[in-house]
């Protein structure tokens, strides 16, 4: 008789193996264990020990804890088709600013906005951003130039930045526009 508990690492074990695209021969060859056993540990028919585990987890690079997240039961995934994202008024959002939504999930540890940011014609220049957080800034259409703490960069279309959003931050010119970027800022969740 199956154990739920063996079911459900073995679709962990087979799941992790399968994202990191090693086969079941290499994954055993890899954790010192025999192929049979781990096919019997990835079907739920045997209950691995600990030290198997162990082998099997430096086997994929991942932490022993991996085995035991409950993947299945997650449901957090979300589509938003090209121009459907919410457009949202942020608290402490800067006029002329414009904030779409691209996507949000509602569980785990990590708070993750993605917004496609778009400067209107009136947009005026704003260096007081500050937040927690780490921010991922990509620029899609338009020139400026953006300050960091005390660094000034010329930024450009195709061009990224990725900074602790604690300090001062924001565009101190516009160059050309029009501006747009994809703007996404990561905190944990309290």
């Known amino acids: 008789m199956r154990s739920l508990s063996a079911a459900r ?4 074990v ?14 055993a060859r890899a954790s010192g264990i025999s192929s049979s056993m781990l096919s019997r540990i990835e079907r739920g028919l045997v209950s691995p020990s600990v030290e198997t585990l162990e082998r099997l987890a ?6 022993v804890s991996r085995f035991f997240g409950d ?3 997650r449901t957090d995934f979300c589509h938003v088709r090209a ?7 942020r608290v402490g959002a800067v006029a002329d600013y414009r904030y779409e939504l691209l996507g ?8 993750v906005e993605p917004y496609l940011v778009k400067l209107l014609p009136e947009a005026d220049p704003y260096v007081t951003f500050q937040h927690p957080g780490l921010k ?29 959003a604690s300090a001062l ?22």
């Not at 121009?83 to 008024?89: C, L, Y």
């Not at 949000?104 to 708070?111: T, Y």
């Not at 800034?137 to 990224?160: H, I, P, Q, T, W």
């Open 9 to 12: 690492i073995g679709v962990q």
């Open 14 to 27: 087979r799941a992790l193996r399968m994202a990191a695209d090693v086969s079941a021969g290499s994954l």
């Open 58 to 63: 430096q086997g994929l690079h991942v932490p």
């Open 71 to 73: 993947q299945a039961r």
């Open 83 to 89: 121009g459907q994202g919410v457009v949202v008024d």
């Open 104 to 111: 949000h999930l509602l569980s785990g540890n990590l708070f």
């Open 136 to 164: 991922f800034l990509y620029f899609l259409s338009g020139e400026v130039m953006y300050r960091y703490g005390a660094k000034s960069v010329a930024v450009r279309a195709g061009d990224s930045l990725l900074f602790d």
């Open 169 to 190: 931050h924001g565009i101190e010119a516009i160059q050309s526009g029009p501006v747009s970027y994809l703007s996404v800022v990561f905190t944990l969740r309290e």
